[in-house]
């Protein structure tokens, strides 16, 4: 069994009233890490902490938008052109698996993209086996 704490408003008001630094601290508890906006709303019986946060966490943007200085220079000179056209970047294919009998029932597999030279020296030493 679980106890819920319940607050009778006794009076005509029908909304409770909250301070300034009420709401600035249950504000707070809501930027702890790993705090739940629903859940401190909830234990705090108001439906309003959304709003409040958005109203005290608001950050006011300047009226008067900042200048920045500026320098003028002249022109910078046009970029010499090549004489040769720097080659063309191609991306390469996803690698893929190649698969080498090399006879007795053995295979060997490399990726298609394998240093040609380390390859030669695998096959030198399984010829040699």
């Known amino acids: 069994m679980t106890k819920h704490q319940i607050e009778v408003i006794t ?3 029908r909304h409770r009233r909250w301070s300034r630094e009420q709401k600035e601290r249950l504000v707070a508890a809501t930027l702890e890490p790993g705090a739940s906006v629903s859940e401190i709303a909830h234990s705090a019986g108001i439906h309003v902490l959304f709003r409040w946060r958005k109203e005290l966490c608001q ?3 300047p009226s008067v938008p900042r200048l920045v200085p500026v320098e003028v220079v ?3 000179p046009a970029p010499a052109i090549a004489a040769e056209p720097p080659p063309v970047c191609r ?16 295979r060997l597999r490399v990726k298609s993209d394998i240093d040609t030279d380390a390859l030669g020296r695998i096959l030198d030493v399984l010829e040699r086996r």
């Open 11 to 13: 009076s005509v008001e």
């Open 74 to 76: 002249e022109a910078l």
């Open 91 to 106: 991306a390469r294919k996803k690698a893929s698996i190649v698969t080498i009998e090399l006879g007795g029932g053995r």
């Open 59 to 61: 950050i006011s943007a």
